[in-house]
């Protein structure tokens, strides 16, 4: 792009649309150089368990370790009742953390209030007693125990892909508050779209999924489904519009009576699945025997389509976004809230 992100911030909120309009705090995010081609979901990372989970208890014992081939991603799970604490790995990529989380109550019994995107999250002054602590905690204050959390997991684990605090929920229970973070997946320095689509932009698009619960003062459950690899790049994404005639482009397709506030603008990946490899052939397969039901498969292929999306309504479950593709800036609109814009 031939000019400073600030520059583009200030000429989108003075574009003039009868259909949407740019927030105060309206943020930018578009990577010095995208790659294209497809990137690959692994095997084996299951392979580290007893390094990882005595990362997770110093007190670590084999014998707390179960495994069950019924289920998928293939990897162990362990226990240690006494403190509270779950740990499962899995072959995909797939970490789960918990300690001394109901999930009955936080996930079944609690009560939404709202969602913060990352950056009304840093700029917010509301504090929140949580439950399981003492005190009062910020929106900021939350994302930085999250992001502090997925440092200490990637780094430890030479996870190839970072992640990112993109939104912070506050929910309310029986005995307090707490937060839910939604973390974004770069792969190759790009995020990755992480929101799914009632309606979908392509039916073999998958999203990224990682999230962490905050009670008390730590983070007491952490999941990320998967990670991706490069497998045939091709190349870069050598040009495409920029954010001002990206946003064109979306205002000139856009229904005339929509009014949307835009809150957030980057260039992202939409993951599309194409096959998977058949491990004995390296053959590219149409489907796979394996995992039919999972949504993340050792193999699995995927194009990265990179896009731009502006951000409209990130509240979870709820979200409206719209892409539009680099290459041949064809938009499509999601709205979670299902026509009630």
Known sequence: MSKKKSEYIDELKKLECDNM???????????????????????GFE????????????????ANITNDDTTYPTGPSYEDKEKGLQL????????????????????????YIKTFSYSEAMESLEKYKLAGGNEEMSPADAVKLAKDFSDDFTNFCNYPNDLSVSRISLYECSDGYFYMANYTQSVSDVNILEYAGY????????????????????VNNFVTNSYFEEYKIDGELTSTSDPVSAAKCLSDTLATNMKLNVKRVAIEYCMIKKGNIEKSTGDEETDREKAPWATYCSYDIYEAVPCWVFYFDETPNKEIYATINCNDMNVSFVNNQKGNV
């Open 21 to 43: 309009n740019f927030s105060d705090i309206l943020d930018i995010d578009i990577p010095q150089k995208i790659k294209t081609g497809d990137f690959i979901c692994p095997t």
């Open 199 to 218: 309606d979908s932009i392509d039916e073999n698009m998958i999203v990224s999924c990682a999230f962490a619960y905050i009670c008390g003062n730590e």
């Open 88 to 111: 499962s790995i899995g072959c995909t990529g797939f970490f789960s953390y918990q300690k001394d989380f109901d999930e009955q109550k936080y996930y079944n019994e609690s009560e």
């Open 47 to 62: 392979d580290n368990y007893k390094e990882i989970f005595t990362h997770y208890d110093e007190d670590f014992n084999e």
